[in-house]
């Protein structure tokens, strides 16, 4: 009868391992599983045509205060007014440069804009 009973709890010791077992596997395999789907994408090269970005041109001479404000980066409408102010007063632009002579509009808002000026 002992051996019975010694049958029975060492039976139900194993089912007890077995599922604590069968219960570390399945955590360690979701965090494997994990690991894998947060790995990064490799990068792909993209065509040089879907990288660029379009650039939006201005004429200063022309423009309004509004289209200055849209096209150009770092200029807001307060500036943008003061380029047409500026313009309405001294005439034409001759330069791109000649912009930074107008309050508020830097050398360096010049430089960043260059690509998106005309005259």
Known sequence: MSNKKSLVANASLLGR????GSAMLAVCAFLV???AVAAPEAETEQPAA???QVV???NINKADAEAIAT?????????????VAYRT???EFTSIEQLAEVKGIGEATVAKNKSRLTL
Do not use: C, D, R, S
């Open 50 to 52: 879907e990288t660029q």
């Open 56 to 58: 939006n041109t201005v």
């Open 71 to 83: 096209a150009l980066v770092g200029v807001g409408k307060a500036k943008a007014e003061a380029i």
């Open 33 to 35: 599983a994990g690991q």
């Open 89 to 91: 007063q001294h005439g």
């Open 17 to 20: 391992f077995l599922k604590a």
